[in-house]
């Protein structure tokens, strides 16, 4: 090969390679770009699901809240009537009437006042929201006191008010998601009633009252912790309000006096920070808690009650003092003890607690005795069971003895063989004998002399040929003429 080709095919072997990597890097530029593009279409179709501050109506929102806030005229009667329907659901312990006692409530109002007012930078709004609140928790405990107190029968303690007083996580959560949900829905255009009503549902501000009015008549307990879950409700719905609000940015009021507008600035963030701080510490609280009662009851369920070596009786757990106390039925022994004080280790909420562990070692001992003496007294009267019936039986044989005999004696008088001791003595010689029997019979061969002949009825097992059957007869005559001393026995076979 010449030179000159050698050259242009290496050229063109670098004009090839050339072409490759520009056609990779085209590819690589082609999916960079389409992947921006994916990017760009997620990015702009999440910002379209989920962005809402482009819908949001602010000074109809502001406007609709504020008008919500007074507490007078009708605004006071419809709350009356709910407070009353709503003890009367749950005095019945009827969901449904609840439900409905919820949806005509006017309390969502001065609520979302509150938490609006805060946002806001509106400390005029603040009181008059907290002025209307206070009013309203007053009048509605009043309401609910006075039904529980004097309507007959109303001091029933039903599942519906047992389920308001003692709050947990799951409330914290339904009160601050139900009160963001109804705030968006508030700052949208054109308001969503549907989502107003779902959340005056969820959120239940009505029945925690009307269950704390229950207290004040007949338990504080209940009413401490009726009005617990309905502060957490109020506090988290409050808290929702202020925050949706300031992620929508809607603006704060300005104050012509600088001063004025610093010191207000200053006092309604002081108010948010004190709504919130309860808000946080309830809300950290309970997750503590939660987690606390999740590894007690899974210690129980796993080390405790499912060991059948363990007479389980009860336990009691003294959360403030890190201190759980199980209670067993007969004596636990040391290496029980260091056992269950090990497998607490496995659950992090609890590993530091003291386990206080009680046993009876009398009580095992009072149980076995019982079963003992209860079995003794079986045991007697069984006995006496038993011999009654032996003695029963003793007369029952002797009656049919004397039956025997007296049937014998009547067949024929000149039978000197027992027919009892005969048939007896017969199954033992032939035990394929299934009947057996044998009379004395008159006969006359030329009707004017009379012979007495003896004749025996037999029945053979059916299995017998009847070759063998024919020996086995010839056998029993044979016997039977030794045993009864006659000259002729004829065999009849059933």
Known sequence: MSDENKFNFSEDEKNSQIHKENVVEEKKAAVKKDAQGLFASVKTFLNELLDFRDDTDRDATISAIKADIPFKGATAWILICSIFVASIGLNANSTAVVIGAMLISPLMGPILGIGMSIALNDI???????????????????????????????????????????????????AFFGGAALIIARTKKGTIASVIFGVAIATALMPPLCTAGYGLAHNWEIFVGAMYLFTINTIFIALATFLVLKVLRFPMLKYANSKKRKRIAQLASLIAVLVMAPAIWTFINFITQSGLEGDYEKFLKEEVKSNNELWFQNAIPHWEDEEIILYFNGEITEATVTDLENEIKNYPKIKDFNLVIKGNKYRSIDKISDAYDRAIKDLDQKDLIINGLQEQIEDLKLNITNLNKQIESKSSNQNTVSFSTLSRDAKIKFSDLEYFGYAKMLESKDFINIDTVTVANVRWKLELEDSLVSIKERSLQTWLKNELQVDTVFIKRN
């Open 124 to 174: 005029d709004t603040l009181k008059k929201s907290l002025i209307n609140l206070a009013t309203m928790i007053v009048l509605s405990l009043l309401a609910a006191y006075l039904f529980f107190k004097f309507f007959p029968s109303a001091d029933i303690m039903t599942n519906e008010l047992f389920g308001r007083t003692k709050p947990d996580l799951r409330d914290v959560l339904i």
